[in-house]
Nanobody, 121 residues
Framework: QVQLVESGGGLVQAGGSLRLSCAASGSIFRVNTMGWYRQAPGKQRELVASITYGGSTNYADSVKGRFTISRVNAQNTVYLQMNSLKPEDTAVYYC???????????????WGQGTLVTVSS
């Protein structure tokens, strides 16, 4: 079994910064693509940013230039540095990972429990 544990959410004023962390643990052979999604009240969950094992990144247009995703493969951890936060960034942020488990090397998709980010105006 594989688990994702997130941390770093909270309340911040507009223009401020927060850093989210997500660590994968369990029966892991390799953590492949990792990403952050968010879901605001009344809206669908959307991709915020993703990063491959090799470090290639992808960002939603709404966060380009403000958010930075990074990872430490040796620690199976992904980070999301969020700068210049706006009230519209308020949402529950979910960590996502595509993981190759140990024997029998099955690929699974795993979600974290979510962490709330609230940006006040």
């Amino acid at each position: 079994q594989v688990q994702l544990v997130e941390s770093g959410g909270g309340l911040v004023q507009a223009g401020g910064s927060l850093r989210l962390s997500c660590a994968a643990s369990g029966s892991i052979f390799r953590v492949n693509t990792m990403g952050w999604y968010r879901q605001a009240p009344g809206k669908q969950r959307e991709l915020v940013a993703s990063i491959t094992y090799g470090g290639s990144t992808n960002y939603a247009d709404s966060v380009k230039g403000r958010f930075t995703i990074s990872r430490v493969n040796a620690q199976n951890t992904v980070y999301l540095q969020m700068n210049s936060l706006k009230p519209e960034d308020t949402a529950v942020y979910y960590c996502n990972a595509r993981v190759t488990r140990t024997i029998p090397y099955v690929d699974v998709e795993v979600w974290g429990q979510g962490t709330l980010v609230t940006v006040s105006s």
